[in-house]
Every structure is written in structure tokens, then in C-alpha cells.
T-cell receptor, first 117, second 113 residues
Framework: EPEVTQTPSHQVTQMGQEVILRCVPISNHLYFYWYRQILGQKVEFLVSFYNNEISEKSEIFDDQFSVERPDGSNFTLKIRSTKLEDSAMYFC???????????????FGEGSRLTVL | GQQLNQSPQSMFIQEGEDVSMNCTSSSIFNTWLWYKQDPGEGPVLLIALYKAGELTSNGRLTAQFGITRKDSFLNISASIPSDVGIYFCAGRKSGGGADGLTFGKGTHLIIQP
């Protein structure tokens, strides 16, 4: 069964360093998302991406964050200068179109755990 | 921002018992989704609801989309050990597209032997 894959599974970094988290969405999906989950808390929406541009972003997604689809398969989240409070699990998700209308169902990867020291 | 109130926060039950959890919102959502998350893994979709009043089953799971579009419940019948995990409700303003999901805080299901 097709799945969303994410790398790395765990990254430890020093505060102020740049981090890139990578995702390979399900191959025929057109909508891509990043969510984060701080330990023990709920999953929070960061950003959605469609047709090679950001569609929506939350207030969490500030100038330190950026997303990119550098090729036909990868979808990346970059954090330019990490802060302690960026420590969280970051989930990539994708969504499949059904004709002209997408379904509401998002499929999530297993996440990348980011620890900022 | 939008908030989903999910309850209960945690449940301690015996194997074989039925489980019920729900989510309410002050605003309307046009799609309700229920996810299960195991430790260290991503959310896995259980049930998707698109129409007010819709009642949908997936094996032992049953979920309903409230008539007002402001609430949903999930029932699990005859719980088994693998049902342990955190269950999240999530709402979307649209039926699909680029808008993000708003998640509830989760219901932690614990099954006592």
C-alpha cells in the first residue's frame, strides 16, 4: 500500500542551526502538508502546498520556515535557524484528488523527530 | 483560531468494553476525520465523514457527523488490546483541498488486562 515516507526519523541539532526535513508523498497526490506535534500535545497545522506554491499557512509557520518541492518526488521543510521550542515531531501528509475535487482524507507519514539542544 | 474540544482526555477500560469519545466545536466543519496514533508513529486515518448526520462504520468503529456540523463522535465496540493508542478528531472547513486540519487534543485509550 502506498505510503508517505519521511527522513530522517530523528534529528538532533544545535540551536541556531538549519534543518531540512524530507518527505516523499504518495506518488499521485497533489496536495502536501506539514504538521507538527510537540511532545504530549495535539497535532498542529503548519502549511499546505499545491501546484508548487504555498496554499495556506498557520501563524506557527513564520519566516524561519520554508517549504520546497525540489523535484517530482520530494517535499521538504526547512527551518532556517532552529530554536529550542522547535523541538517536536514533524509530520508530512498528502492528499489525493478525486476528479476535480479532492477528498478530505490526509495520509500522514511516520514523522521526523527534531530535538534542538 | 478554531478549536476542537475532545473528550474524554483519557479512558481506562477493560478489554471487551465499548468506548465512546466525542469532539465539539464552536464553528462549523464540513469534514470530520478520526485518526489513531500509536507511540512514535504518525496519525492513521480511521473514518472520514462528509455529510451532516452521516453515520459511518469501519469494522468495530462507528462515527457520526453531527447535524449541526459542530460535533462528531466515535464509538469502538468490544475493545481489544490493539485499540490502545491516542484517538484524534480533526475537522476541515472544506470537503477537500489545501486547507489544513484542526485537531482535537486527543483521547488516550488504555485497556486494562
Amino acid at each position: 500500500e502506498p505510503e508517505v515516507t519521511q527522513t530522517p526519523s530523528h534529528q538532533v541539532t544545535q540551536m541556531g542551526q538549519e534543518v531540512i526535513l524530507r518527505c516523499v508523498p504518495i506518488s499521485n497526490h497533489l496536495y502536501f502538508y506539514w504538521y507538527r506535534q510537540i511532545l504530549g500535545q495535539k497535532v498542529e497545522f503548519l502549511v499546505s502546498f499545491y501546484n508548487n506554491e504555498i496554499s495556506e499557512k498557520s501563524e506557527i509557520f513564520d519566516d524561519q520556515f520554508s517549504v520546497e518541492r525540489p523535484d517530482g518526488s520530494n517535499f521538504t521543510l526547512k527551518i532556517r535557524s532552529t530554536k529550542l521550542e522547535d523541538s517536536a515531531m514533524y509530520f508530512c501528509a498528502s492528499n489525493m484528488p478525486s476528479g476535480r475535487v479532492t477528498t478530505g482524507e490526509l495520509f500522514f507519514g511516520e514523522g521526523s523527530r527534531l530535538t534542538v539542544l | 483560531g478554531q478549536q476542537l474540544n475532545q473528550s474524554p482526555q483519557s479512558m481506562f477500560i477493560q478489554e471487551g468494553e465499548d468506548v465512546s469519545m466525542n469532539c465539539t466545536s464552536s464553528s462549523i466543519f464540513n469534514t470530520w476525520l478520526w485518526y489513531k496514533q500509536d507511540p512514535g508513529e504518525g496519525p492513521v486515518l480511521l473514518i472520514a465523514l462528509y455529510k451532516a448526520g452521516e453515520l459511518t462504520s469501519n469494522g468495530r468503529l462507528t462515527a457520526q457527523f453531527g447535524i449541526t456540523r459542530k460535533d462528531s463522535f466515535l464509538n469502538i465496540s468490544a475493545s481489544i488490546p490493539s485499540d490502545v493508542g491516542i484517538y484524534f478528531c480533526a475537522g476541515r472547513k472544506s470537503g477537500g483541498g489545501a486547507d489544513g486540519l484542526t485537531f482535537g487534543k486527543g483521547t488516550h485509550l488504555i485497556i486494562q488486562p
